[in-house]
């Protein structure tokens, strides 16, 4: 079995600030990370291929310092790892980056039949999660989003059973392969690499394709792909504060106040909620 | 303005503004831009002075001077031939014969921004007997429903699903596609934004129109909450955007509204029997229960500075008393002290009741933006420097510890008056 997993460097969100005077983003000390769902993915995926068999190929999109997640992946246990870099590729919304990796995912898949994608199910950074079903589409593989198991590959009918977190609890599905999946953190647990991967993921090569060995329409490509734009970025709106109780040294005295005004102002709204559930109506 | 060796004026990055989009990269018709250890960087030796990059950046963080602004032209893809898409559409998810909530918020929200763009509000409805559902969609304010009635419909599967939806928009051409951002949802947007090679635009927050160019301005959190973007489709149609439940107000229902109900054929093939088939469902044991924190009119959410397992019969009991029930911030996930379909926020579920009590809650953005919608904020914090407490409507500084018996006492003689 021959699995793609398609990995996204971003920036470690949980450290990102807003600096409260200026109103800009503190992007001093803000690490590259992989995105989680995505190395959860190529842990699903290595893992399969040890029961099944075959290979890994994990793949990324991004700027040349995006190798490093590649070769994380690489010391999970996936063979064989591809960079897709190219200043051409820059500044892509979700439909230009599902037709790059999908072009790539066709051009891996003629010289090695592909039988299953696996993505996360978003990244960190933009959490969208459009990216995996527009590369599933494109392709025309089945998809499967928002995948916390994998339940079995049956290699004589060509089927894979999963099971996806949806609306008010999980649905076991099944579908025909080549398919695409896309992770829930559930999907697998992460292993710590060992040393040998590790020594081994730093010797390998990873390849860099550019748009030239893609192949494929540049005008398709990147910001030129891209049917979205920003207009304008701003930071988040500030509700303004309201009343302040400070418990200071009597708790007893400020609780009362409080709840004195917040009945008082709040009237309406907590008759409402207080008279709920079939108690009697105020007289 | 700052010149290299070759005497040219040079653009350069503002560090602080830059937020990494590397729009400037692909754009820049020399490869002068790079990206440096997280932030873009300008080698001014390259650089020509051509102020490309000034013109794409969403931040204003590029620093230049043109000598004479000259509008850019033949950026992006040919125009497309926009004209003959009209209406808003609402893509209306039905489960066993209702209509999701979220579809009704959006078929609100289309109402209003039609009036903006004097046009019609339109209901795409795929599914098996879903009739009744169309009717209901026009007593929430759709002028015309377009119904798929077809038993291979029954299940939601992304590609019978994917082509049904796509099908409606090539026959119909709305200009504005909305779609409610559930899990099924956000599957399906994606995948007909592909088919039909638009933008779509995920989670939005708020919607507006330009009426002059009609273009449908889409404000969503990016950065894990950390910024705002408005974002905007230019040049396709329709422009396609999700939003998450309880970000658009419920609209009335007008059960006397009248509205027309039209119907599509879907178009099937062989590859029928190729279709996955779902063999199982498994509802999640605590959703029977019915806990979902999205309904609660009250809700006690619970903080890292408050996750502690011996006081959760005490949140219980104020939650309970105000009709409500528990929520939680990520770290308390974590701790595993409440399972995640309790959780606000980014990763977690949107909430937007009445009264929103946070005990020891900061108040990340992750955490904010999933619960601005609340009527009345409520925290409770020993630190009054935190961002919760800055927005809250009433602050209660202290320990919680302290604070909430009393609370309780307080809220339970209240009651007895009221009733």
């Known amino acids: ?283 | 303005m700052p010149k290299n060796i070759k005497g040219r004026e040079i653009a350069e990055i503002i560090p602080d503004k830059c937020i990494a989009c590397q729009l400037c990269i692909g754009e820049c018709p020399i490869n002068a831009i790079d990206m440096q250890g997280g932030a873009v960087r300008i080698d001014p030796e390259a650089c020509a002075g051509c102020g490309r990059c000034l013109d794409v950046c969403p931040a204003n963080a590029i620093l230049f001077e043109k000598p004479v602004r000259k509008k850019m032209t033949g950026i992006g893809q040919k125009p497309h031939p926009l004209e003959g898409y009209r209406g808003i559409a609402v893509f209306i998810e039905a489960h066993d014969g209702t209509g999701a909530e979220v579809s009704w918020e959006l078929v609100g929200k289309a109402r209003e921004l039609a009036e903006k763009l004097e046009t019609q509000v339109l209901g795409f409805l795929p599914g098996t007997d879903v009739e009744p559902v169309a009717r209901e969609a026009i007593a929430y304010g759709c002028d015309t429903v377009y119904m798929v009635d077809n038993p291979l419909l029954q299940k939601y599967l992304s590609r019978m699903y994917g082509r049904a939806l796509a099908h409606m928009c090539n026959q119909v051409k709305p200009e504005i596609l909305l779609v409610g951002a559930t899990s099924l949802g956000r599957d399906l947007a994606s995948v007909v934004a592909t088919q039909l090679e638009t933008g779509l635009t995920a989670d939005c927050t708020g919607l507006d129109i330009n009426p002059q160019e009609r273009l449908l301005l889409m404000t969503r959190p990016t950065f894990g909450g950390n910024i705002m973007a408005t974002i905007l489709c230019r040049n396709h149609r329709p422009q396609m955007s999700t939003v998450r439940p309880k970000v658009m107000k419920l609209p009335k229902k007008d059960t006397g509204r009248r509205g027309e109900i039209r119907t599509f054929d879907l178009e099937t093939s062989q590859e029928v029997v190729q279709v996955p088939r779902i063999i199982d469902f498994i509802p999640r044991a605590a959703e029977v229960g019915g806990v979902d924190i999205t309904r609660a009119e009250v809700l006690v959410v619970i903080g890292k500075g408050a996750c502690d397992p011996r006081h959760l019969p005490m949140f219980e009991e104020l939650a309970m008393l105000m009709g409500g029930t528990v929520a939680c911030s990520r770290p308390v996930v974590q701790s595993g002290l409440l399972p995640h379909i309790r959780q606000v926020g980014q990763t977690g579920k949107t909430v937007a009741p009445k009264v929103y009590i946070g005990v020891a809650v900061s108040g990340a953005v992750q955490h904010l933006v999933g619960m601005q919608g609340a009527e009345k904020i409520v925290a409770i914090n020993i630190a009054r420097q935190a961002p919760l407490v800055q927005i809250a409507d009433y602050a209660l500084i202290g320990d919680y510890r302290e604070i909430i018996p009393k609370l309780i006492k307080g809220i339970e003689s209240r009651i007895k008056v009221i009733r």
């Open chain 1, 1 to 283: 079995m021959h699995i793609i997993c398609c990995v996204k460097q971003v920036p470690d969100t949980t450290q990102v600030k807003i600096d409260p005077a200026t109103n800009t983003l503190v992007r001093t000390g803000v690490e590259s990370i992989c995105n989680p769902y995505d190395l959860v993915a190529a842990e699903a995926a290595v893992q399969l291929v040890e029961k099944y068999g075959g290979k890994v190929t994990v793949i990324s999109m991004g700027p040349p310092q995006a190798e490093s997640v590649l070769r994380e992946c690489l010391a999970l246990g996936a063979h064989e790892a591809i960079l897709l870099s190219d200043r051409a590729f820059g500044g892509a919304d979700t439909l230009a980056t599902s037709y790059t990796l999908s072009q790539a995912i066709s051009r891996i898949a003629a010289k090695d039949p592909v039988h299953l994608v696996i993505c996360g199910k978003q990244a960190v950074d933009g959490d969208t999660g459009q990216t995996g079903p527009g590369i599933a589409t494109r392709l025309g593989f089945n998809q499967f989003t928002y995948v916390s198991e994998i339940m079995g590959v049956d290699p004589e009918r060509n089927t894979i059973t999963v099971k996806r977190e949806i609306e008010g609890g999980a649905e076991v599905i099944e579908g025909k392969l080549p398919a695409l999946l896309t992770a829930e953190l559930e999907l697998s647990t992460i292993r710590y690499a060992s040393l040998p991967e590790l020594v081994r993921s730093l010797r390998q090569t990873v390849r860099v394709w550019g748009a030239k060995e893609l192949g494929g329409l540049p005008e398709r490509l990147g910001l030129k792909g891209s049917p979205t734009s920003v207009k304008e970025i701003f930071a988040p709106p500030v509700r303004g504060g309201g009343l302040v109780f400070d418990s200071g040294q009597n708790s007893e005295r400020v609780v009362k106040d409080f709840l004195d005004t917040f009945f008082e102002k709040e009237k309406r709204l907590l008759d409402g909620l207080l008279t709920k559930d079939g108690h009697a109506q105020e007289h």
